[in-house]
């Protein structure tokens, strides 16, 4: 069992929609959890990036952490094809910086 | 701010042939440093990281090396590529205890 699951998806939805991204772990010592947007042939780009549990919001976007149920989500508001890109969850521990990563979600926005 | 420069940006290279992709992070000092090799349609697998001018720890065995000649200078190496040496590298940085940042990453094609 991988430490971090992420769903791969596609997940395709009406542009306007509201899109809930996901991530499941199973290493409790995770402190911090980030994720990143990668359009196509392009590098990962940091999105959010949020401490223990609770809830962080950034325009569109609102990245939640559960950790009692070891549970993240993205979730993005009025969907717009710009944010067709796949959406890597990523944590890490209160020491160094070495990440583990989610395998990505594609996320397709359709007009 | 800091910036992060990969190049080439794309690289077509026969087996048997060496290779040499450069990273160079501008607007920070004494960074650490890592190199990820992203496979088709999968997740991130790093390959090395480090901390230090000449320090480099290297997570995977393979057909690879990396070196840090300089503070802000990161550069992968094979003296012969293998077919499966194809992927898109990612370079990428964090300061202490921070997250980390990539750079735009350069697509290997061995043929």
């Known amino acids: 069992q991988k430490e971090v699951e992420q769903d791969p998806g596609p997940l395709s939805v009406p542009e306007g929609a509201i899109v809930s991204l996901n991530c499941t772990y199973s290493?409790?010592?995770?402190?911090?959890f980030m994720w990143y947007r990668q359009y196509s042939r392009k590098g990962p780009e940091l999105l959010m990036y949020t401490y223990s549990s609770g809830n962080k919001e950034d325009g569109r976007f609102t990245a939640q952490v559960d950790k009692s149920s070891k549970y993240i989500s993205l979730f993005i508001r009025d969907s717009q094809p710009s944010d067709s890109a796949t959406y890597l969850c990523?944590?890490?521990?209160?020491?160094?910086?070495?990440?583990?990563f989610g395998g990505g979600t594609r996320l397709m926005v359709k007009p | 701010s800091q910036t992060i420069h990969q190049w080439p940006a794309t690289l077509v290279q026969p087996v048997g042939s060496p290779l040499s992709l450069e990273c160079t992070v501008e607007g920070t000092s004494n960074p650490n440093l890592y190199w990820y090799r992203q496979a088709a349609g999968r997740g991130l697998q790093l390959l090395f990281y480090s901390v230090g001018i000449g320090q480099i720890s290297s997570e995977v065995p393979q057909n690879l090396s990396a070196s840090r000649p300089q503070d802000r200078q990161f550069i992968l190496s094979s003296k012969k590529l293998l077919l499966s040496d194809s992927g898109f590298y990612l370079c990428?940085?964090?300061?202490?205890?921070?997250?980390?940042?990539f750079g735009p990453g350069t697509r290997l094609l061995v043929l």
């Open positions: 990428a940085w964090s300061s202490r205890q921070e997250t980390q940042y």
């Open positions: 290493n409790s010592a995770f402190q911090y």
């Open positions: 990523a944590m890490r521990g209160n020491a160094g910086n070495m990440l583990t």
